[in-house]
Every structure is written in C-alpha cells, then in structure tokens.
C-alpha cells in the first residue's frame, strides 16, 4: 500500500511543464531552445575555493536559452541540443541527457514566464556567500535538525557540519565517497538511503537528482525536502519544493 500511494516525480513535472507551455502559449510557436556546455570559468567564475566540481570538470552546466531567458541543469552529460520547446516536452527522458535538456528548457520556461527569477548560478564570491546563510536558513525553519545532505558541495557542506550536530553528507562520486573532507565525512550515496532518511529531520539535495533520476526517493520521502542550486530551479516553483539558492541571479538579466 505504501508503494502505491508513491509518486513519480518526473510524472507530476511533466504534466505541470506541459500546462505551463499551453498557458503561455509556447507549444506551437517556434522557441528555440539551445543549451551549451559552460566552462567552469563561465559556470562559476573566480572562488577563493577550488574543490568545487565544476571547477574539477567532472560535471558541467547545461544551459538553455528560450526566448531570451536562460535556465541551467547541473549534468556530467555531454553534448548539444536544439530543437522547439515541443521537441523538448517529446524527450522520453531515458538518460540524463535527455534529463538535463529538459530540465534546463524547464528552468527557462519558469524563468520566462515569471515563476521563478534566479535561474543563473552564482559565481565569484557567490558560493560561500550562500553558505553562510544556509546555517541561519535551516536554524530559522528547522531549529536544530538532522540534516541530510545529497550531494557535496563543498562551502555548504562545511558550514552546516560546523553549525549542527547531526550532518550526513552523501555523494555518489567515487572520489568523494569514503573520504573525509574538512572534518566532513562523506557517505555513499547509493546504499542505505532509506536509512539515513529514517534518522534525520530534513533532506538537503542537489537538483543534481533530477537529472541523475534519483529525485522520487527524497521527493517521496516523509520529510520536508529543500532543493539547492539552480538545476531545481523550476521543479520547485512548479511543484511547491523548497528551494535555497539566495546567491543564484535572474536569468532574463544574465
């Protein structure tokens, strides 16, 4: 019965996109959407720090730039793509390709049509800048919780081990997975998830799982789950998830 009342999260994202598409009126008309690979120089800029992932260039932002504004999916997917918003609403999202094309021309979308404004990573001093309020974030709306942290990002990992007791972190690079970093321990990923979301109070994700599919798990979870980064930009707004991303800029003004 619990298996039953799951929901499939790409389910209910692609009827919301759809609707969003026919209510402004974009299904028929001739959008072209292109997204790019970004350099990490372009994706994130100078930062003090240079453990950031994009900087290693194992992954890489995915942008899409439908009429004007633009809306990114952080992917280790390569390649190009181009095409009508119709084109994009037909990928059967089998890869994290297909995902990432999505999700970026979703971001646009909600960027274009005013349901989401910060869409565009931040860079610079933007990432420790964030970090410093995810602590103040999570006190102000969670107290002191159990934090379970999917992805590693590093400023942010650092800052919420620093400030709370309880900080799982966990990641599915195997370069990361087993290693501790900063006095951060760090989990893999893929076993035992259900686990660690029995024993915390909050999920904290990457929107990285979208793209790698491994959204319906946390989405699905029995805890509040709060999405960070750009790459859930638009799945938050359209589907009521949390977001924290309070460095991140407006993707019609990028």
């Known amino acids: 019965m619990e298996e039953a009342n799951k929901v499939s999260f790409f ?9 969003l598409v026919d209510e402004s009126q974009l299904r028929q008309a001739e959008v072209k959407v292109k997204a790019a690979l970004l350099s990490p120089q372009e994706a994130i800029g100078a930062t003090k720090r240079q453990d950031y992932v994009l900087l290693k260039g194992k992954e890489k932002l995915l942008q899409a730039t439908v009429m004007g504004s633009k809306g990114q999916a952080f992917t280790g997917a390569q390649g190009d793509f181009a095409g009508t918003l119709e084109d994009v609403l037909s990928l059967p999202l089998n890869n994290d390709f297909q995902r990432a094309v999505y999700i970026a021309a979703l971001n646009a979308v909600a960027c274009h049509t005013g349901k989401v404004d910060n869409s565009i990573h931040c860079k610079n001093d933007g990432p420790e ?17 159990r934090i379970l942290m999917i992805g590693y990002q ?13 900080v799982t972190v966990l990641d599915l690079d195997p370069e990361n997975i087993g290693r501790t970093k900063n006095g951060v321990p760090i989990k893999n ?4 998830l259900g686990t660690y979301i029995a024993t915390s109070d909050v999920i904290f994700s990457t929107g990285s799982a979208i793209c790698n599919a491994t959204i319906d798990t946390l989405y699905n979870a029995p805890i509040p789950l709060v999405l960070f980064g750009t790459t859930g930009s638009g799945a938050a707004a359209l589907l009521g998830i949390n977001r924290f991303c309070p460095e991140s800029t407006c993707g019609r003004c990028d």
């Open 11 to 19: 389910s209910r994202l692609q009827k919301s996109f759809a609707l």
């Open 129 to 145: 800048l964030c970090a410093r309020q995810a602590v103040e974030y999570f006190q102000k709306n969670f107290g002191q919780p």
């Open 154 to 166: 590093p400023a942010l990992a650092d800052a919420l081990h620093n400030a709370f007791s309880f």
């Open 189 to 192: 990923g893929a076993v035992d």
